[in-house]
């Protein structure tokens, strides 16, 4: 681009030069044009004035030979001014052609380089013009390959996903619908007192339960007079006392991922009294040894379950999913919904009928549900109505709870997927399956279960009480299917049971009223 523009001041320098040159030989042609206009005035000045005296030498012969002399000598005059002129003006003309001369070959010169820079220019530019066609094009075809293959991933991932919560699922599954874990809990200081008051069984400073795997317990069985005998009871995790909570909410998370796949979950803590169920769902506020006033939640199964369903559903399509809270209570064989309002909206726990179904499935049908948006309203609704719950202190637990709490989150979901729904009805047809056979529990639950049917077993289908020592989780067997319903709701149960151990031997004092519970 610089030679271009040097070439051209060359150019127009030199173009300007030969138009000067131009101009001041026209102008001096100019001048001899008009002093050759006025000698060929005089000329004719002078020829008239000859005629003139030509016609008066005729009357004047001797006047006519003078005037004629005269005249010839002013002819001469002229005729030799006009000849010094001529040469000029010729001179001048020769001048003038050489300088059009030049200024056409120059001219044509110009228009010559200009054509052939034309040419250049275009042929840079067309070139240009080719190049960055081939880079658009290149450019175009790498964005299209990287929009084919940016369709490629999303599509591998999305197959991923739905595999990976297939195999999520199938694994939930195969896993056992319904599974029992026993969490051995450390021993605490009322255990040493409990044990000196009762006088019977092992020494204080003794562990009767002890975690020998992850999947076995030990239990020291001792009674005054008889051989010590051990018993070893097998479930599906074991959890010894040095497992924290986060350690046995990690079991439990998985489910949480099935209940939005379209899995209705339920976890239960069974036990006896003071064994850790209400610590293990609910969690407890351990005052800190060594910071004085300093309280440390150990959050339990219900807040961490919470949490974790809100935060799977902020992970899904804004407005997807909505969550409502109930909270009832088995008293007796009696249900309690500890959300129920008196007139004065004041909280307080109201009776509710149960309900089954001819399918034989129970459900409370007026249960108040209270709408939430996350996992603090969930724990501040949960919290408020605890103080409802029918407590009485045992022998081994001062603040021991003498009911059943069920705490029931309905998720319902705008979007359920294909999958989720095949999922639940292949689930179903298990279910049938298995209700045909009449064949609720694997035989590794059988096996560790001692116990009889709970009064609750009717309210969460079939699971049955867990025959765990400490608290158990199992969820339930998977929803009867209502393709209709839209939205569909799935239910995460999670319950707190109240102590298995036989009450009447248990309780300070058996006839003694439920001290908060107002109904
Ligand atoms: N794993 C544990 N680690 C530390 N403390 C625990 C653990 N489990 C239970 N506890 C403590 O033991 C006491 C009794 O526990 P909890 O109230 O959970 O028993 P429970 O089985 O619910 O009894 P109840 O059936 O009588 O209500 C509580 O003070 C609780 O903090």
Redesign the pocket.
Known sequence: MPLFINRDQIFAHQVHLLEHKLRSKEERILELETENAILHLRLAECLGKLRRDQEEDTKDGTKALNHHQHEGSAQKITRSALAKLLPEVQAVKQDLSEVFAVYLSFATELEEQSKQLLEKVEQAGRSLNGHRGDEVENLQAQVEALQRSLEEEKERCRAERQRRKELHNTLVELRGNIRVHC?V??V?P?DHVQSSTSGSGPASSEEVVSAISDDTVLVNCMKTGMPVQNKIFEFERVHG?E?SQDVVFEEVRPLLTSLLDGYNVCIM?Y??????????M?G?Q?LEEHSGTQQET?QGIIPKAAAELFRLISEKPAESHTVGVSVMEVYNNEVFDLLARDEQGNAVSQHRDVITTSSGTSHVPSLTYEPVCNASEVMQIISSVLKLRA?CP?L??T????SHLVVTLTISSKSPNAVALARRLQSAKKDMQHSAQKEWWSPRCRRANPAARNSSDELFGSTASSPCLS?SLSPCPSPRPSISQDPFMTKLQLV????SECVAMQEKKVSEPRTTNVH
């Open positions: 969490r809990r450390p605490l009322f006392p497992d803590a036990g006896q009294t003071g064994s850790g169920k209400t610590h293990t609910m407890s351990l150990q407590h045992t081994i637990h603040d021991s709870s003498r608290p707190d049971l109240a102590g």
